[in-house]
């Protein structure tokens, strides 16, 4: 699975952004998917992740009720709906998923959990 995150960009404190990541290779429905950050210096943190169906989501303390996970398995694709940005909220943005052969929870906020990653997508946040 090759996975293809995008969408990022400078938002003013307060502002709105959402992610995408695009995956190819295979269907995503088998997999959990999450979404990490990280900023300069920092070590990547867990933001959310999503169940296989899009039924279940998980988040961060950090995010909860401004960020939303989401899914659309017909079209191989992951979001991340961010508003309420905040400037802490500044890094770097990575999609990632587990492999087909993992099969329980997708309450999974460990990198050691996820085997597919995409490229970075950079969020800045202007306060």
């Known amino acids: 699975v090759q996975l293809q995150a995008f969408g990022g960009g400078l938002v003013q404190a307060g502002g709105s952004l959402r992610l995408s990541c695009a995956a190819s290779g295979r269907t995503i429905s088998s997999y959990c998917m999450g979404w990490f950050r990280q900023a300069p210096g920092k070590e990547r943190e867990f933001v959310a992740s999503?169940?296989?169906?899009?039924?279940?989501?998980y988040y961060a303390e950090p995010v909860k009720g401004r960020f939303t996970i989401s899914r659309d398995n017909a079209k191989s694709t992951g979001y991340l709906q961010m508003n309420s940005l905040k400037p802490e909220d500044t890094s770097a943005y990575y999609c990632a998923t587990t492999s087909t052969g993992y099969t329980g929870n997708c309450w999974l906020a460990t990198l050691g959990s996820y085997v597919y990653w995409g490229q970075g997508t950079q969020v800045t946040v202007s306060s």
């Open positions: 999503i169940s296989r169906s899009g039924a279940s989501t």
